[in-house]
Structure formats: structure tokens, C-alpha cells
């Protein structure tokens, strides 16, 4: 078909995008054109400060020239290579540059190429450690509600966000939830870690009454994100990770969007003082420059899988792209700033100030609730009365076009700008939210 016929609203129609009003969307499009350090651009010009990282990803910023040459150089080198029975350098070098900031003992990395397809294969792994142990009854999964793992069958289930089920009927059977963290009437405006709440990870010991010995894992992200933002309650990891190890249950933490520095450390799970037995992690990996993700796991998970089986292959697991040479281009890139530019000590630094701009809108009108952990912000909104999310809605476009990218999930806005953010860009990201919350009543 020759291009210069295709009319322009048909190049619309053809994406059918993700977790996306499609139909407002295409009405009336906000489209990003390049980006390039704190900022995206529009097709227009206009400048757009980025207060999400993307997606919770961009942690050292857009347009890394670092980044962009060691994509660019390996695209030239070699394009792409198997890692079935076979394996090309990069990739072994990527999975070697992860363990290094990795919590100690969970050196062995597993490719995949996203945060869903990293927590399918976290479970899987957790089923197949079992089996190999001679407990092939530990079948169940435990997940949270309001917990987030991407959109796979496993992730989905395992996840506790309704919305993202209840248009499917068919999920994993075997999976429980524990309940929610979110405890407003005592916890509302908590900077960091809230005080009450330690006592919902007790409903674990409740789950192993009913279930026995047939818990496999149980998976939560140490800081949820995408459900707005909740920060785990003083003591709640510590227990559960007690209730895990006394039953033989394995512990898996997502950090998708609490690795590579966001909340001051390497992962969520050293600022938090928690190891799980298996980690999730995709987006800040290799700066979403190329998608990729991975889970790393205990040697003591690896070697009962791979070692427990005397030949021929030990997970029957994968995917075509697992170690791909330009995400493993990009992640050893990303790896090397993140160590020289110390992104998380820049968070770090920067949370102090980031925080005090955030609570500061407590006492803005329609402001219900501020919750934050190093460079991330939830901040809730009273919902419209039979409206429900769009109120935060409507502050995200008022701030886009103020020139201001944040995200919305339900009434709240969620921020989680680059790690390499200056005062500056706090003032005009919180500035602006501001006046857009004043602004959409
Ligand atoms: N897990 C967590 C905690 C996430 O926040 C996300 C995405 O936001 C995912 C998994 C899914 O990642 P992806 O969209 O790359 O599949």
C-alpha cells in the first residue's frame, strides 16, 4: 500500500494501546516525540518534565549517550544470538553486572524481557524448587491484594488488583491474597514507613492453618506502586519473611519499580532490611532503553534446581530474547552509570527534600492523603461522588499541559521522577500538581 494514502486518523486506529483509554486517546492525542534528560518533548516542541521516569523506569534519566552508543555499537557487532545451548559474551556479563548490586547470596540471574514475564518465572521457579526438594505439594501461591505483577496469567492471579481480573473469569487456581497494607485511618500522611499494620502479615500463619504444607511462595512488592503508592508498615516485611522461613515457603519480592535505586539503595529489599529467597526486576535494568527483565534468586534456590538434576536440561523455562544482546548491551551500560553516577545515593539525597515538597500539599484542597518513599510519592484525592478516578484524571491532563508528567491510578497521583532530579524540578513538579489539584475540584 502506497503511505502517502493512508490518512492520518487511520494511523491512529492501527495501535491498539495498552491500558489505555483508546477511545478519548485517539480523540485527542498527547503524543511524545523525543526525550532527553529530566524531559520528554512533544511532536510541537513543548517541553514536558518527566515526574514518572516513564513508567517508573528512566532512572538515570532519557537519552543516555552512554546507553544509545552501547545499544548502537552492539546492534553493529552481532544482532542477535540464541541462549538455548548456546551463549554470546554480553549476556553472561549482564547477568555477572546484576549480581554485583544484587543482595548478597542471590547472585544467579535469570533474562526475561519484563516485569510480567519476570514475575511468571519467578513462580515457575518456585514451583520447580519444591519439586525438586520432594514437595511437589507446594502448589499454592500467596500474592496481596492491591499487589501488582504485570499482566501474565501468574502475575495476574498472583496480583490483587480486581480491575486487571475480573475482565478474564479464567485464572490460576491454588492462588490466596493477604490483605492490603492500606490502613488510612491510622496511617493517612505517614512519611516512610507507616506505624500500624504489622499485625496483617499474621494472616499468613491463618493461610498455613487452612493449607498445610502446600504453600509454594508467597510475592509482594516490598514498596506497591501501581496500585498508588503503599508503603510497607514498620515490621510487616520482617514478618513475613519470619512466617515464610518457619514454614518452608519461599519469599519473592517484586522490585520492578523498587530496583536500581528508587527508594536509596540498590533494592527495595536493603533499604528494608528483608531478603527474599527470589527477586523480580525489569524496567530500570537497562534504563527501558531496550526492554528487558530478570529474576535473581538464592544459590541455594539455583543449585536445588540446576544441581538437583543430574543431566540434560534443569528449568524448562525461557524465552527467544532471554539475554538478548542489545538488552544486555543496554543493562551493562546502565549498570556502569548506575554505579559511577551512585543513583541511589542520589535519591537518597534528594528524598529529604522530595518528601517535605510532597507534604507539603497536605491541606491542598481535595487532598486526602501524601505517601512516599525514597523517590516515590503517592498522593490520593477524594474521588467525585460516583466518578471514580476521574478527578485524577483530569489533574494529569491540566498538568501535561502545564508541561508536567505525572501518573494517575484511580484518584491518585503516583511520582516517580529520574533519580538524577535536581530541586529545581521537584519545585515544578509539585508547583504545578498543585495547582492543577486547586484547579480540577
Ligand atoms: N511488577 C511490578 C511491581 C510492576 O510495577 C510492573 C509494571 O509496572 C510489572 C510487574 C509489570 O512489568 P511489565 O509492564 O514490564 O510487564
Redesign the pocket.
Known sequence: MNEMQIPRRNNLDAFWMPYSDNKYFKSTPRMLARAEGMSYFTPEGQEILDGTAG??CCNAGHGRREIVEAIQKQAAVMDFAPTFQLGHPIAFEAAARVAEITPEGMDRVFFVN???EA?DTALKIALAYHKARGESQRVRLVGRERG????GFG?MSVGGIGGNRKQFGAQLPYVDHLPHTHLPAQNAFAKGQPEHGEHLADVLENLVALHGDTIAAVMV?PVA??TGVLVPPKGYLEKLRKICTKHGILLIF?E??TGFGRIGTNFGSERLGVTPDIM?M??GLTNAAVPM?AVATSNEVYSTIVDGMPSGIELFHGYTYSGHPLASAAAIATMELHRAEDLPGRARTMEPYFEEAAHALRGTPGVIDVRNMGLIAGIELEPRTGKPGARAMEVFRTCFDEGVLVRVTGDIVALSPPLIMERPHVDRIFGTLADAIRAVP
Open positions: 513508567l517508573w519484563s516485569g510480567s514475575a501488582y505483577h504485570g499482566v502475575g512488592e506502586g501501581s517484586d520492578v519499580i523480580t525489569a524496567k527483565g
